[in-house]
Antibody, heavy 122, light 107 residues
Framework: QVELVESGGGVVQPGGSLRLSCVASGFTFNNFGMHWVRQAPGKGLEWVSFIRFDGTNKYYADSVKGRFTISRDNSKNTLYLQMNSLRVEEMAVYYC???????????????WGQGTLVTVSS | DIQLTQSPSFLSASVGDRVTITCRASQGISDHLAWHQQKPGKAPKVLIYAASTLQTGVPSRFSGSGSGTEFTLTISGLQPEDFATYYCQQLNAYPITFGQGTRLENK
């Protein structure tokens, strides 16, 4: 069965950087696009970024464009999110999610990870 | 960006009730809509995609309908485990967006 395990969250000062990881198992990772979604405490879901199965296409929410970078290492079954210049309002649980369709440029989700908490505070 | 507006934002119901949540898109999105369920402290779970297709393992009391700009999620015969927050999500165009959520509580 599909398993997505995020890690890398923690406490960072405003303006700081953090790299999140999402290790995937239970499916052929290099055939599927992957997403990052975040949720601030007590708030709704906000899509952050998507990367195509082969890494050739990447999309970002306007709020993170130029500061966050999504990447993947298909040899390690791992998705990453490099977050720079972090803001207080970006404190959230960050989830990775798997696309439902192979070789697509982004479509429906079929699985979510359990999330990793990023705290941005001085 | 495509805005999604859910109604109601809060819903109080009892076990056995039939409930309906509506999601309206600011522009047409065909059937490129999904529904997710989230319980407190847990990750979201996919319920429905392509507006009406039930994700594997989701009970048949959940159903979705709609196309274009108006969509509904219906739960027929609420069970205790269904009290949660529900989100719609559009995947018609980037950026992907979510509705603000509907919190379903036990009356």
């Amino acid at each position: 069965q599909v398993e997505l395990v995020e890690s890398g969250g923690g406490v960072v000062q405003p303006g700081g950087s953090l790299r999140l990881s999402c290790v995937a198992s239970g499916f052929t990772f290099n055939n599927f696009g992957m997403h990052w979604v975040r949720q601030a405490p007590g708030k709704g879901l906000e899509w952050v970024s998507f990367i195509r199965f082969d890494g050739t296409n990447k999309y970002y929410a306007d709020s993170v464009k130029g500061r966050f970078t999504i990447s993947r290492d298909n040899s390690k079954n791992t998705l990453y999110l490099q977050m720079n210049s972090l803001r207080v309002e970006e404190m959230a649980v960050y989830y990775c999610a798997k696309d439902i369709k192979e070789y697509s440029d982004g479509t429906y989700f079929d699985s979510w990870g359990q999330g990793t908490l990023v705290t941005v505070s001085s | 960006d495509i805005q999604l507006t859910q109604s109601p934002s809060f819903l109080s119901a009892s076990v056995g009730d039939r409930v309906t949540i509506t999601c309206r898109a600011s522009q047409g999105i065909s059937d490129h809509l999904a529904w997710h369920q989230q319980k407190p402290g847990k990750a979201p779970k996919v319920l429905i995609y392509a507006a009406s297709t039930l994700q594997t393992g989701v009970p048949s009391r959940f159903s979705g309908s709609g196309s274009g700009t108006e969509f509904t999620l219906t739960i027929s015969g609420l069970q205790p485990e269904d009290f949660a927050t529900y989100y719609c999500q559009q995947l018609n165009a980037y950026p992907i967006t979510f509705g603000q959520g509907t919190r379903l509580e036990n009356k």
